[in-house]
């Protein structure tokens, strides 16, 4: 029996040493197991917030893409041209561009046949706010946004929607004013004895210096920058190129803004909307760079859709004003140039009409500052558009030159699209 008894209190403690080397090994087991699911749980943690974290940053990019034109060009600058669009593409999204590509080569190559060295070329869909060409002269490719340049003439566009909205003149309004019309001095506007009665639709289809100046007194100072911000001067919004305008300091400054020969930059894209308000009905729309907008997977995030920006004269106004512009085509300033003469005779069909601006430029590079601002109606189109150069005593093509170089460009690449 003492034997027997030894013999099981040795089972018992072995099977309580099992026992214990059982729960103990449970315990280690469960303890590695809670580490084990414990660190998958910081992992999906951590991946959760790198998730979340980079669905906030894409999120900030396509907001910002849509919100600022100077991102939406920058992107622009690097798309490539696929399936006859441009389009740019990174891990996140691909972005396709309103810009069409064989409108935008044509005028590429123009640029290159007349060598022009200092130039730029918009155009934008008068009916829906699209960028349809933005050429810069090679060797300064940004020129689109720089907006330093004098607006010239092209500001009788703000002088002429202000006289007009505001009842101070009509079309047909005339007052005896001295000096020649591209007389620049106020004093000989007011003094000369070089007297001629003008009225406001020939003045303007001649850029009359005198008759604007004297024009701009009549308006006002707080009236004529009330109608240039309405057109966009010195706003800070959207990252868009827009024009800055310096208040006149007197009579004499106000005569000389008002005829477009005072403190008053622009870019080649606000010259463009501009445009577009009168060809509009004056109504500003909102331009874009962009089409569309795909996320990593293809899925379509953004489709382009037309945006008022603002009304910024009545519909009577922006016809009266439309009317003035074509003027300038038919017998004013830019009547008798050399391109708008081919333009003219070879196709009869297409309305044409601007505004032209002349004025030195005064920061880099020197020269002289030709504008054409204006728009064309063909084929059921209607295209808002500007063109400018800026050239020394020698030179190939004019910025006027080159807005009818353009126009004829539009012409053929629209009627080859019927044909076929």
């Keep these: 029996a003492p034997e027997g008894g030894k013999s099981m209190r040795k089972v018992q403690v072995l099977i309580g040493f099992i026992l214990l080397l059982t729960l103990f090994g449970f315990v280690v087991y469960k303890d590695s197991d809670e580490k084990k699911s414990n660190s998958i749980s910081i992992t999906f943690e951590k991946k959760e917030k790198k998730e979340e974290e980079e669905k906030k940053i894409f999120h900030r990019k396509l907001n910002k893409l849509l919100n600022d034109f100077s991102y939406q060009y ?34 590429e190559e123009e640029f290159k046949q007349f060598k022009v060295k200092y130039g730029a070329y ?40 202000a006289a007009l909205e505001t009842g101070i003149a009509d079309l047909d309004t005339s007052f005896v004013c001295g000096g020649h019309d591209d007389s620049c001095s106020p004093s000989v506007w007011l003094n000369s004895r070089y007297k001629v009665k003008r009225n406001l639709r020939d003045s303007f289809a001649h850029s009359s210096n005198p008759f604007f100046g004297n024009l701009g007194r009549l308006i006002g100072k707080e009236k004529l ?36 020969l005072g403190e008053t930059r622009i870019s080649p894209f606000h010259e463009a909307l501009m445009a577009l308000t009168v060809a509009n ?15 990593s997977e293809g899925n379509l995030l953004f489709s382009f859709k ?25 017998y004013g300033t830019v009547s008798d140039r050399k391109f708008f003469r081919i333009l003219k005779r070879k196709y009869p ?8 601006g002349t004025l030195s430029e005064l920061t880099y590079p020197e020269g002289r500052c030709e504008w ?49």
């Design 74 to 107: 920058f992107l622009f600058k690097q798309a490539t041209e696929e399936n006859g669009r441009y389009v740019y593409r990174d891990k996140d999204m691909t972005v396709v561009f309103t810009i069409d590509p064989q409108f935008q080569n044509r005028i």
């Design 372 to 420: 054409f601002t204006g728009f064309m109606e063909y084929g059921g189109k209607r295209v808002a558009f500007s063109s400018l150069a800026v050239n020394g005593s020698k030179y190939y093509i004019s910025g006027y030159g080159l807005g009818a170089v353009a126009s004829m460009n539009f012409v053929k690449l629209n009627s080859e699209y019927a044909k076929k």
């Design 225 to 260: 920058i009330e109608f240039a911000q309405k057109f966009g001067f010195n706003r800070p919004d959207y990252g868009f190129p827009w024009g800055i305008l310096r208040e006149p300091l007197d009579g004499y400054d106000l005569a000389l803004m008002a005829a477009g």
């Design 122 to 161: 918009v155009a934008i869909d008068a009916s829906n706010g699209k960028v349809l060409a933005a050429v810069s002269s090679l060797d300064y490719p940004d020129l689109t946004f720089k907006r330093t340049f004098p607006a010239a003439s092209t500001f009788k566009i703000i002088t002429a929607a």
């Design 349 to 356: 069909q297409l309305i044409i009409g601007g505004k032209s």
């Design 306 to 330: 037309r945006e008022e920006l603002s009304k910024v004269i009545s519909s009577s106004t922006a016809e009266k004003i439309r009317s003035m512009m074509i003027l300038t085509v038919k």
């Design 281 to 295: 009905n004056g109504v500003m729309l909102k331009p874009s760079l962009v089409e569309k907008i795909y996320d």
